[in-house]
């Protein structure tokens, strides 16, 4: 079992950054697979950010490419999404998954992550 906890959302003006922060805890030393995820009021959740296993491979969706980065420090048992230059479109509920295995590879598709936090809202005004 993996448990998940976020941290960092907020309320910030357009063009502003926010790091969020996942710290897991419990078994991670199977170097999982981890996603970001979000969800606004009204849509449905949809895909952010991915990073491999092993930290060698990162994805990302075409809407935040270019302004969220992703990274992982497995040291810390934690992974940060840092966010650039946001928009009032970004506002939503940002949660982060992990995928179970050894050294899992990422996937976009939230169905194949086993564990979920609990989210921590970011709030992006204009």
């Known amino acids: 079992q993996v448990q998940l906890v976020e941290s960092g959302g907020g309320l910030v003006q357009a063009g502003g950054s926010l790091r969020l922060s996942c710290a897991a805890s419990?078994?991670?030393?199977?170097?999982?697979?981890m996603g970001w995820f979000r969800q606004a009021p009204g849509k449905e959740r949809e895909f952010v950010a991915a990073i491999s296993g092993s930290g060698g491979s990162t994805y990302y969706a075409n809407s935040v490419k270019g302004r969220f980065t992703m990274s992982r420090d497995d040291a810390k048992n934690t992974v940060y999404l840092q966010m650039n230059s946001l928009k009032p479109e970004d506002t939503a509920v940002y949660y982060c998954a992990a995928r179970g295995g050894f050294y899992s590879p990422y996937s976009v598709a939230d169905r194949a992550y086993d564990y979920w936090g609990q989210g921590t809202q970011v709030t992006v005004s204009s």
């Open positions: 419990g078994r991670t030393e199977n170097r999982y697979a």
